[in-house]
């Protein structure tokens, strides 16, 4: 009887999460966010939630459904020629299912890691270094015109407030509920392996039509654009998913409590 609760009480979360996912990509300006040749999505946060929260065989699905939404999209209002891309479900939906099982295997991995002695120290080190390195090169290009000492200056600068924002953001999080701090960084490592799998899928399946629009220098302009995002919707994952996963937390913790009294 209880492993039926539990597994309607998941079925009925993976309903909430896969309608969020769907009213997110309905909305416009929402789901997908426009800013000049760059396109921020908030589609991924439903998928992290999902796969810190259901089980693993969720995962997938929820991925899937990411996808497909994301490729709903593109057929419908797409508004730059990387939109164009992510009609083919290749570009979508594939690297999409993948995020789903790859923040999976992160989120287990860092829990196992956040229990040994150096584990905090060892998973900070990883989403700094990762985040550090795509915002550098996020920042280059457009500063690489400038003198060379202004330009790692301000790149420097801007590693640092990230570094500072995500330093506080996971410290305080964790100070006062066991296990977000490895929660919190899979947010931040899942998104950026998110951004990793579209731009490779985006080489591979849909490199002629953007070589067309783009010439040459489509390899750099994709990579500036897509770390750009990534950088972005980590930080966005921080700060909208992480509470949203506490208050979730606190609400099954209570109504255990409940059930004990």
């Known amino acids: 009887m209880k492993n039926k609760k539990i597994e309607l009480r998941q079925m009925v979360f993976l309903s909430m999460f896969a309608a969020v996912t769907i009213i ?10 426009s800013i000049g040749p760059i396109t921020l999505t ?40 990387f939109d164009l891309a992510f009609r083919n479900p290749l570009v979508s939906v594939l690297p999409r299912a993948l995020f789903g099982v790859g923040v999976w295997g992160v989120f287990h991995g860092f829990n196992k890691l956040n ?10 080190l990883i989403v700094i270094s990762l985040v550090s390195v795509a915002t550098f090169n996020t920042l280059y290009p457009f500063l690489r015109f400038w003198e060379i000492n202004n330009a790692m200056l301000v790149t420097s600068v801007t590693v640092m407030l990230i570094a500072l924002i995500l330093l506080i953001t996971i410290y305080l999080s964790s100070k006062k509920n066991e296990g977000v701090y490895a929660v919190a960084s899979t947010f931040v490592v899942g998104t950026l392996i998110h951004t ?20 040459e220098e489509f390899m750099g302009v ?17 700060i909208i998913a992480v509470p949203i996963y506490i208050a979730i937390q606190y609400i099954n913790n209570d109504e255990e409590e409940k059930k004990k009294v």
């Not at 997110?24 to 966010?33: D, E, N, Y």
């Not at 990793?196 to 010439?215: N, S, W, Y």
């Open 115 to 124: 229990k040994t002695m150096l584990g905090k120290m060892i998973i900070f």
């Open 42 to 81: 908030t589609l991924h946060i439903p998928v992290l939630l999902g796969v810190v929260i259901l089980k693993p065989k969720f995962s997938l699905a929820l991925g899937v459904i990411f996808g497909l939404a994301s490729m709903t999209i593109a057929f419908t209002r797409a508004v730059s020629p």
């Open 196 to 215: 990793i799998l579209v731009l490779f899928a985006m080489l591979i399946f849909a490199r002629g039509p953007l070589i067309e629009t783009f010439g």
């Open 24 to 33: 997110l990509a309905t909305i416009p300006q929402v789901g997908m966010i």
């Open 222 to 238: 994709a990579f500036m654009v897509f770390v750009a995002n990534g950088v972005l919707e980590a930080l966005a994952a921080i």
